[in-house]
T-cell receptor
Framework: DVKVTQSSRYLVKRTGEKVFLECVQD?????MFWYRQDPGLGLRLIYF???????EKGDIPEGYSVSREKKERFSLILESASTNQTSMYLC?????????????FGSGTRLTVV | DAKTTQPPSMDCAEGRAANLPCNHS???????VYWYRQIHSQGPQYIIH???NNETNEMASLIITEDRKSSTLILPHATLRDTAVYYC??????????FGKGTSLLVTP
């Protein structure tokens, strides 16, 4: 089975800190995605990457950046964490185009910014 | 991408079929219908997808109307573990899937 692993399940950070959320997949997928999920708002796409060093903004990129130096790893960076970035963050991967099996998601990182 | 409309919540008795509707009246010819579900505190899980024909796999069946403006996900014998939020997504061959708010399905004993 494809595994998408997020480095932390729970994370607490202080306002103004630089935060790194790491995601690793083990099935050689080209596409990787970062979503955040908030009550009443559903899943919202932050950034995605369709190849190493390539990135595209999603619907809510403000306050975030990403890094994809290796195919298997996609990092989400909060340059200066703020309380409104408290959320559940979900990473996903897929083959180059949306395929029969679509996305595989990680278990999520619940980030609290205090 | 076409927008989808789903009821916010539904109930189903354990052992009965759960039929989850989705309206996608603006769907275009090359857009697929995908279904995912998210069990509490987990990442979403792929269930099934289709273009025109009805589809069935080990998890569920997908019925798409002839005009493709709506579809129904069927869980034939719902169990308590099927309690989850179910997302209907319409997407062409682009990269990203856009998740809406989905339907919260509660399976009761």
């Amino acid at each position: 089975d494809v595994k998408v692993t997020q480095s932390s399940r729970y994370l607490v950070k202080r306002t103004g800190e630089k935060v790194f959320l790491e995601c690793v997949q083990d099935m050689d997928h080209e596409n990787m995605f970062w979503y955040r999920q908030d009550p009443g708002l559903g899943l919202r796409l932050i950034y995605f990457s369709y190849d190493v060093k390539m990135k595209e903004k999603g619907d809510i990129p403000e306050g975030y950046s990403v890094s994809r130096e290796k195919k298997e790893r996609f990092s989400l960076i909060l340059e200066s964490a703020s309380t409104n970035q408290t959320s559940m963050y979900l990473c996903a991967s897929s083959l180059r185009r949306v395929t029969n099996y679509g996305y595989t998601f990680g278990s999520g990182t619940r980030l609290t910014v205090v | 991408d076409a927008k989808t409309t789903q009821p916010p919540s539904m109930d189903c008795a354990e052992g009965r079929a759960a039929n989850l509707p989705c309206n996608h009246s603006t769907i275009s010819g090359n857009e697929y219908v995908y279904w995912y579900r998210q069990i509490h505190s987990q990442g979403p899980q792929y269930i099934i997808h289709g273009l025109k024909n009805n589809e069935t796999n080990e998890m569920a069946s997908l019925i798409i109307t002839e005009d493709r403006k709506s579809s129904t996900l069927i869980l034939p014998h719902a169990t308590l573990r099927d309690t989850a939020v179910y997302y209907c997504i319409v997407k062409n061959s682009g990269y990203a899937l856009n998740f809406g708010k989905g339907t919260s399905l509660l399976v009761t004993p």
